[in-house]
């Protein structure tokens, strides 16, 4: 005899998780255990997660080597005399020192990286991040050009 299952949940309960998961929770950086949603329902709303793919950790390392990389290019090209720095803002921080530019450049490089490792889930943020990378590689694959010539 083949039995089979039935389409409506027979769960009596009634859900426990009276609210969404919170952006930042006691279990965002340690001791979490979710790392994806498992209901479908609920990827639309549950977007949070305490676990981290080791996936997302190269990426958002290569980000930021990236960054860190292209500071160090712009420095030295600007330093050359091949170039200037066209971001207003961090022309503002370069005209008050190398030292602000790099403290600048390091703190806004860390803090959207934080927005995106938190909004990892969300559709924005996994289109955001690859992009985010290409655009890093092809600002320092030209001041690698620049460099050289």
């Not at 990426?59 to 600007?78: N, Q």
């Not at 290409?134 to 030209?142: C, D, G, L, P, T």
Request: one cysteine or more; aromatic letters at 12%.
């Amino acid at each position: 005899m083949k039995t089979t299952t039935s389409t409506k949940d027979s769960r009596n309960q009634s859900d426990r998780r009276s609210t969404p998961t919170p952006v930042i929770s006691r279990y965002t950086l340690h001791g979490g255990k979710r790392k994806t949603v498992r209901r479908d329902y609920d990827k639309g709303k549950h977007l949070f997660v305490d676990l981290y793919s080791t996936r997302l950790f190269i990426a958002v390392l290569v980000l930021l080597l990236l960054s860190c990389f292209d500071a160090y290019m712009t420095l030295t090209l600007i330093d050359r005399g091949s170039v200037y720095e066209a971001n207003p803002l961090m022309a503002y921080f370069l005209d008050h020192g190398i030292m602000h530019f790099t403290a600048a450049k390091l703190i806004i490089t860390i803090s959207s990286i934080c927005i995106l490792c938190l909004f990892k889930n969300v559709r924005l943020t996994r289109i955001g991040l690859p992009l985010a990378i290409n655009i890093y590689v092809m600002i320092v694959a030209y001041e690698f050009y620049i460099f050289l010539i």
